[in-house]
């Protein structure tokens, strides 16, 4: 099968006074449509970097070697007009913090309609409507007034939810998402979780979640990729990597999460119940 992302030999070094810093070490793995890949590991090491390689939104003391493949597309060293073009076209990224990617300015419904416009060429009707569509899709209650709301008039859980929205406008085939739950409440992280599955579901996506919280991968993973100092140490499906994790240091992340008591563990039996869900879907 042909994957939706092919990521080979990926190396990020970042340009420092003390002279080339590698983020990234010769990583490589994949991620096919309608599945979930959970990038994991300690703060530091790596993560981020990998997902800003792929969106070609590194910092302008990064740099990025190896391959990275969006459907049939390289992506490494396309130009900066090229790479505009296929993000939020084809591949969209949330962030932990929406105020990153909201402009404060601007209500919601200018910053809903514009990606629309601009990519889809709508008109201003056209975007208008889609975009209370987008909002509904995301769980926004009046969507029309919300249009005429600025960011800051909003809270934490709704901002997350307009990100996606806006994310989610020109239907990425590939969506990018980079702890975008971490600052919320757990009530509210489980929302947004459960907002992200579902959508990946109705719209067949391919989905890239970075977390270093093993709580949120067993919740959310199809796949899990464990890294430490700028490598890959395991991969593999989320029950093998919660059942039977092989390297150490895969052990010693399950072991820093919570038992609920001594008998069970909480976080086994999300996975398990993930893995009935899939069974029987
Ligand atoms: N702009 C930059 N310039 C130089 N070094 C950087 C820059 N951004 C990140 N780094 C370094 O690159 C390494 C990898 O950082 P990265 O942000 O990818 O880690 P992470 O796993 O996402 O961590 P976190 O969970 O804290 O976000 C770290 O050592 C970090 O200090």
Redesign the pocket.
């Known amino acids: 099968m042909e994957h939706l992302l092919q990521v080979e030999n990926l190396v990020t070094q970042?340009r420092?006074a003390g002279g080339k810093?590698p983020?990234v070490r010769d990583i490589s793995f994949s991620v096919n449509k309608g599945e979930t890949l959970c990038i994991v590991?300690?703060?530091?090491?790596?993560?981020?970097?990998?997902s800003l390689s792929i969106m070609g939104l590194l910092?302008s003391?990064?740099e990025v070697t190896g391959s990275i493949r969006l459907k049939d597309r390289e992506l490494v060293g396309i130009s900066e007009e090229q790479l505009q073009n296929i993000r939020g076209n084809e591949v969209s990224m949330i962030f932990q913090e929406p105020m990153t990617a909201l402009n404060p300015v601007f209500n919601i419904g200018f910053q809903l309609r514009e990606p629309l416009m601009i990519h889809r060429n709508m008109s201003k009707k056209e975007a208008t409507l889609v975009g209370i569509d987008l909002l509904k899709k995301v769980g926004i209650p009046n969507p029309k007034e919300k249009l005429k709301q600025y960011p800051h008039e909003l809270s934490g859980g709704m901002r997350q939810r307009v990100m996606i929205a806006m994310a989610l406008a020109c239907e990425p085939s590939l969506l990018i998402a980079d702890?975008p739950t971490t600052a919320l409440d757990v009530t509210i992280q489980a929302q947004i979780l459960d907002l992200i599955e579902d959508l990946k579901e109705q719209m067949d996506m391919g989905v890239v979640f970075?977390t270093?919280d093993m709580g949120v991968v067993a919740e959310i993973a199809d796949r899990v990729m464990v890294?430490f100092a700028?490598e890959v140490v395991e991969t593999g499906d989320v029950s093998s990597i919660f059942n039977n994790p092989k390297h150490e240091y895969t052990k010693k992340l399950l072991a820093a999460v919570p038992n609920v008591d001594d008998d069970t563990n909480y976080w086994l039996q999300e996975v398990k119940q993930h893995d009935r869900t899939t069974a029987t879907s």
């Open positions: 970042y420092t810093m983020a590991g300690e703060s530091g090491c790596g993560k981020s970097a990998t910092p003391n990064g702890e970075v270093h890294m700028g």
